[in-house]
């Protein structure tokens, strides 16, 4: 027989083909690998996650291995706000959604707000996995240019007026890939160009928590309100295996909607982990442990910015993150990137050029290095081999 898929499958998915090979990379025996957004498993809780999932099962396994409810277990929604609340965003728990990471909150809401055609409206470059969720839905996506600064408010206004798109997807704090971060003069210019629109704002924020200089900036829901949807993520300081991320939405009727799509997707997120998570979140240190993965992240950041500094060659440029998971390097002119990783994968060393990264762009001179999973040796040796094959593409 000839299976007949579905148009959304049969599309071509360029971020998808490349978001495979970073993971298969990533995981690959014996290579350095930058491509990859992995945390470092040294964070792991590993000892802790054990004593909370025995205690659950003892306690409350009746309840664990149960089916529940589609927002999620509610001590955790509380814990969620509650965190929220420290940093002066006021929420319900019930303006909570427990999604399968954070990579299903930007499923589930592309599912409750677009249809064929929409607009939606996207940083340049931004996040590939996320132009892979949106590329389901088919809609028509925009790109604004990203600076150093944050994105250009003034060509996101222009779009704004002109295209009326359902949604602007940012990720404001150490940008994957660029590991930048919008200024509050950017953020507030943001904010005044939706302000007074129907496009929603989804602020994307899985490394806020992950900052190791500098002080963090306003969110857009504190400038927005319920035009604002966050989306948050204990993949980056807990672990990402625990699949547990989160919505939070102040619109009550989106929630509601967000909610019920939910229910018929996936029923609900895996109980029994978010029951060990908040088991966890109740009786260790939460903030006493980012601080030891900020430490470990600032110094292993240190360690590739040097070797950048020594092994690459004039004419390359790279950001300077003060926190997060990335740096986006720029190589020299007339060099690309995927020649770059080609090259570099059969001398061991896995990288993320930056054409996925990008909705049209293609051949660029852009890449992704993660340091948060290589230790000091591996990050030097990995940078030295790169900046010796970039020499050599020179000649």
Known sequence: MKVQLAERLRRADFQGDFLEMILVAATKPGIISFAGGLPNPASFPVDELAKAAQEVL??????????????????????????????????????????????????LVSGALLDDGDVVVVERPCYLAALQVFHLYNPVVRTVELTPEGVAVDELR???ERDKPKFFYSVPNFQNPTGLTYSEAVRHGVAESLRGSDTMILEDNPYGDLRFRGLPGTSFHTLLGEQCLMFGSFSKIVS????????????????????????????????????????????????????KIKELYGHQADVMLGAMSRYFPEGTRWTKPDGGMFIWAELPEGLQAVQLADAAAKAGVAI????????????????????????????????????????????
């Open 58 to 107: 003892h306690e409350d396994g009746v309840i664990a291995l149960q089916y529940s409810t589609s927002a999620g277990f509610l001590p955790l929604r509380r814990y969620i706000a509650e965190r929220y609340a420290k940093s002066g965003i006021i929420l319900d728990p019930d303006d909570i959604i427990i999604t399968n990471g954070s990579q299903q909150a930007l499923d």
């Open 158 to 160: 222009e779009i704004i």
């Open 240 to 291: 990402p295996g625990l699949r547990i991320g989160w919505i939070a939405c102040t619109n009550k009727e989106l929630r509601e909607q967000i909610v019920s799509y939910k229910q018929r997707v996936d029923m609900h997120t895996n109980i029994f982990g978010q029951m060990v998570l908040a088991r966890y979140l109740q009786d260790c240190d939460l903030e006493a442990h980012i601080e």
């Open 352 to 395: 993320a050029a930056g054409d996925p990264f990008y909705e049209v762009d293609r051949g660029v001179r852009t890449m992704r290095l993660n340091y948060t999973n290589c230790d000091d040796g591996a990050i030097e040796k990995g940078i030295r081999i790169l900046g010796d094959l970039i020499r050599k593409m020179q000649q």
